[in-house]
């Protein structure tokens, strides 16, 4: 009897806390990307779900868990995966362009408070290779972008899943002759915005071509490479990032609006469930 005791006591401890005392263990998928993986942890902790070391901020990985008391499993992936892969996980921390692009914004749980997350931090840019800022061209798509108009398109459209940072009255050169920029986007809210923007921008002598991207390397690729004359799909951090890791240099030329991440339920419904 005792050596069945022991075997039993042996198999909890392989299998786990959770599984031997009958309860689950929840997954929730961040994206696997340094910045925004670390600001979906943030939220987390803002929810109570786990605590981070202290100080760690945007800098914070699954290393810096410091208490799972809900014993979470977190499952780092593409971020542009996370809205398909609900159905195979309880939870999700997924981008406001995602969740947009995948039409569940009016299912999250809960956003990043916008009052304590600076949306400067968070802004997505418009961003050029660096030298490329004073063109005229690049100067008028940053008026357009910043304008009432289509800021105020932005807060119509977009349910709070994307937010205006708020218009700008800021002056479009003349262009004498057409010109075509060439921008690269992700599909949603990026690309819809550029299509909003475009017929604006034509009265200015300049005509968007948009070309969309499901990936956040090859819209920066293109610009550093030049087979892009711009990009509007990420934020500052993320820029900063990639900059910094990739040799690039690229640079924002306005901040046109920003995601409040938010977390989303898949298999399960609700966070009291969780944490019960």
């Not at 708020?166 to 479009?172: C, K, N, P, R, T």
Request: charged share 15%; glycine share 8%.
């Amino acid at each position: 009897m005792k050596k069945f005791l022991s075997l039993a006591l042996a198999l909890c401890l392989a299998l786990g806390l959770a599984a031997c005392g009958g309860g689950k263990q929840y997954q929730i998928g961040i994206p696997a990307d340094a910045t925004n993986g670390a600001r979906a942890l943030l939220l987390l902790q803002d929810q109570g779900i786990l605590t981070l070391k202290e100080g760690v901020g945007l800098s914070a990985t699954e290393r810096d868990i410091a208490q799972n008391p809900y014993n979470v499993k977190v499952v780092a992936m593409e971020a542009a995966n996370l809205p398909v892969s609900l159905s195979d996980l309880d939870f999700a921390v997924i981008n406001g362009n995602y969740a947009s692009g995948a039409g569940i914004g009016s299912t999250v749980l809960v956003t990043e408070d916008a009052e304590s997350v600076a949306a400067q931090t968070y802004g997505n840019v418009l961003a050029v290779k660096e030298g490329r800022e004073t063109e005229p061209a690049i100067q008028a798509l940053v008026a357009v972008l910043m304008s009432a108009d289509v800021q105020s398109w932005i807060q119509a459209n977009y349910n709070g899943v994307v937010m205006p940072m708020g218009a700008q009255d800021l002056s479009i050169p003349e262009i004498a002759e057409p010109v075509t920029l060439k921008v690269g986007a992700s599909p949603s809210p990026h690309a819809e915005i550029l299509q909003y923007a475009a017929p604006l921008l034509a009265q200015h002598n300049v005509t968007l071509d948009i070309v969309e991207f499901d990936d956040y390397v090859m819209p920066n690729t293109g610009v550093e490479d030049g087979s892009l004359d711009a990009n509007y799909f990420q934020h500052q951090p993320y820029l900063d990032d990639f900059n910094a890791q990739q040799g690039t240099h690229i640079v924002s030329v306005g901040t046109v609006h920003y995601e409040p991440m938010g977390l989303y339920p898949g298999k399960t419904a609700s966070l009291d469930e969780l944490k019960k």
